[in-house]
């Protein structure tokens, strides 16, 4: 994990409060823990790349942005330091490396309450749920524009013994820092006890 302060370079630039966790780079504009998150950028698959003219600077090339589309985009960023420009630079370069929690454990479509939807008359809307390592992705359709991202170390599994529904407590929100509750429905028993399995081991992880 890496924490700092560095310069977000744009149309304008603007000095960001930078946090990596496994893959995940994301900003906000201040060290607080509560504080708004603003963007959250997937390195895997990415480049790092030193800055041919402007000193103590990087470029990631072709991150994926979180709630956004699936193309990637380069983002150049600003170290303080002739030291601290190593460390995330040599951080990043190890983020943008990571393809074995890449796998694809399981995916399908499941319901998810508290939506806009109408399916059953309780407000639950259909999303394309992938889980990789200890990560679960949903959008609205295989493909499409994310949605959400939930980490779902240190949640919990509940499952119902008289429906197709389970709950998922505690997971992080978009690298959030606090965690919710989410009721999900899969379409079937048998896809509910594959997700159900697979959801217990991923809240049992301790990769970073």
């Given at each position: 994990m890496m924490e700092g302060w560095l310069l977000k370079r744009g149309k304008q630039d603007h000095r960001r409060y930078c946090s990596l966790k496994g893959w995940n780079l994301s900003w906000k504009t201040s060290n607080d823990t509560s504080g708004e998150v603003?963007?959250?950028?997937?390195?895997?698959?990415?480049?790092?790349?030193?800055?041919?003219?402007?000193?103590l600077t990087f470029t990631i090339e072709g991150g994926i942005p979180l709630n956004s589309s699936k193309m990637g985009k380069d983002y150049t960023l600003t170290a303080d330091s002739e030291e601290t420009f190593k460390q995330w630079k040599e951080a990043c370069e190890k983020a943008c490396e990571l393809k074995d929690k890449d796998k694809v454990q399981q995916k399908g479509y499941l319901l998810k309450e508290g939506g806009k939807g109408f399916l059953s008359g309780k407000?639950?809307?259909?999303?394309?749920?992938?889980?990789?390592?200890?990560?679960?992705?949903?959008?609205?359709?295989?493909?499409g524009k994310l949605s959400g991202q939930l980490d779902l170390r240190g949640a919990r599994v509940k499952c119902s013994s008289e429906s197709l529904s389970f709950t998922l407590d505690g997971p992080i929100l978009n690298v959030q820092k606090k965690g919710k509750s989410y009721e999900l429905a899969a379409l079937t028993f048998e896809e509910m006890r594959d997700w159900t399995e697979k959801l217990k081991k991923a809240c049992e992880s301790q990769e970073i």
């Open positions: 603003l963007g959250v950028l997937d390195l895997r698959g990415s480049k790092c790349v030193p800055h041919a003219k402007v000193p407000g639950q809307d259909k999303r394309w749920f992938e889980l990789k390592g200890h990560i679960v992705t949903y959008s609205e359709h295989e493909g």
